[in-house]
């Protein structure tokens, strides 16, 4: 092809090449054009004037000389878009390897192959770094659980809270999307809450229709597997998500009051002072304030605004004093010495509370605490039975 000017752009001699030119003459017109129109120096018009010669090769008979062009094009940062699809329609092995690599694939045209594509392409689209909103929200909605599968382990993109909730609606009855899903360290914490609750659903009816254990104690059970579930999903918030979720889940009947004390017992106060803010309308930085004071009487007030029993004011007492006495202690520490400390408050510091009603308050605490704080809640207890 020595005779062959490119600068000269006169496709006339490129056409008798692809007419009746040998194949070593088509591989190297191939290889000379292909370069031209990776080299994004070249003239605008240098690289305009070859897109024809180049939409023929791209649909060559032989196929070797399509997978020549497509090996090269996949380095050029601009294409023709005609070019671009040809090359996408071709066979898997020259198609695919191609769309998963070529930048010259905008949104657009990532949208217009999911559209018409099949599944191949959609898996190749699914994988792509860089992946646009449009393209994320088209596959979400639209693609089968492969390719949203395929989506999910791409790690090169970002998922908006949007799309994460249309794939848990979409797909929560299938368990390896939904593994996948709570896999992504940036899933919505309302998506794992909104999981919780069905799964321990799905726990509760199984056990009824089982009939494993009688209905009371299942009851507690999945209440009481939930409800830590819920705590943990909570502990593991930032403050800004914690203030989105406690309305959250209040919509969803899962501010509960047994939930608050649990997050009480497990010294969660940044929680339980929003959940009580949220439900007797106390606007969040006083109630902070009343908190960080200590000032009983004023989040007394609140807490019975908020509904919750007062029968129970006390183990929220006892908690933000155990909190407040242990803040310079490490936190390894503080932690294995909240639960017992807690405990010793609520049976030795308040004259108001009664025998009966210390009794009452370490049932709770044995109901809703961590292990060691339940055993020693139960055992004295107990001895308050034996006393009776």
């Not at 905008?106 to 770094?129: F, I």
Request: aromatic fraction near 4%; charged fraction near 25%.
């Amino acid at each position: 092809m020595s005779d062959v000017s490119i600068k000269a752009f006169n496709t006339s001699i490129f056409d008798r090449v692809l007419d009746g030119g040998s194949f070593e003459e088509k591989r190297n017109l191939t290889e000379q054009l292909g370069l031209l129109a990776c080299d994004m120096e070249s003239a605008r018009v240098e690289r305009d004037a070859i897109v024809p010669t180049l939409l023929r090769l791209a649909v060559d008979p032989i196929k070797g000389i399509r997978s020549l062009l497509a090996s090269i094009l996949v380095h050029a940062v601009e294409l023709h878009p005609d070019l671009v699809f040809s090359i996408i329609a071709d066979d898997e092995d020259i198609s695919l390897p191609f769309l998963a690599e070529t930048p010259a694939l905008d949104r657009l045209r990532t949208l217009a192959v999911l559209k018409v594509g099949d599944k191949a392409r959609q898996l190749v689209l699914a994988s792509r770094e860089g992946l646009a909103d449009e393209a994320i929200k088209y596959i979400v909605e639209n693609c089968d659980s492969e390719v949203c599968s395929a989506l999910l382990d791409n790690e090169k993109i970002e998922v908006n809270t949007q799309n994460y909730r249309r794939l848990y609606v979409r797909f929560r009855d299938v368990p390896e999307i939904i593994e996948q899903l709570l896999d992504r360290h940036d899933l919505p914490l309302e998506v794992r809450i909104l999981q919780a609750k069905r799964a321990s659903n799905n726990v509760h009816k199984l056990m009824a229709e089982r009939g494993w254990i009688p209905a009371n104690d299942a009851e507690e059970i999945i209440v009481d597997a939930e409800e830590t579930t819920l705590l943990k999903i909570l502990s593991s918030a930032k403050q800004n998500e914690l203030d989105g979720l406690i309305p959250f889940l209040s919509s969803k009947n899962l501010l509960t009051p047994s939930l608050i004390l649990r997050a009480a017992l497990s010294n969660k106060l940044a929680i339980v002072s929003r959940a009580i803010a949220y439900l007797s309308s106390t606007p969040m930085v006083k109630l902070e304030r009343m908190f960080a004071d200590n000032a009983v009487m004023a989040i007394k007030s609140s807490y019975n605004k908020a509904g919750l029993p007062k029968s129970c004011f006390h183990i929220i007492r006892a908690a933000l004093d155990a909190s407040n006495e242990l803040k310079e202690v490490p936190d390894r520490l503080a932690k294995q010495q909240f639960g017992p400390r807690l405990v010793e408050y609520l049976m030795t510091r308040y004259s108001s509370v009664s025998a009966q009603d210390k009794s009452m308050l370490l049932e709770i605490v044995g109901r809703l605490s961590d292990e060691n704080t339940r055993a020693l809640a139960r055992r004295l207890a107990e001895q308050f039975k034996l006393a009776a």
